[in-house]
């Protein structure tokens, strides 16, 4: 189902006004295990980073 422009916006302003970003580098070859780690646990890798930050920082727990 494709998005129209204006739910494209109206993402793009949620995501900007609920959400940091963080740019990850990481060594070639590594970014495809990463994935594939990911998909093996049925994350995204996004999910799979936030749960691996929030048990390392419990701080980052907060509740919206």
């Known amino acids: ?3 129209s422009k204006a ?3 109206a993402v793009k302003k949620y995501n900007e006004k609920s959400y ?3 740019k990850l580098r990481v060594k ?3 970014k495809e295990i ?3 780690h990911a998909k093996s646990k049925n994350e995204t890798v996004n999910r799979m980073l936030n ?3 929030e048990n390392e920082i419990p ?4 509740e919206d």
């Open 1 to 3: 189902m494709a998005y």
């Open 7 to 9: 739910q494209k916006e």
């Open 20 to 22: 940091d970003e963080i």
């Open 28 to 30: 070639k070859g590594n």
């Open 34 to 36: 990463i994935q594939k």
């Open 51 to 53: 749960r691996l930050l």
């Open 59 to 62: 701080s980052m727990c907060k």
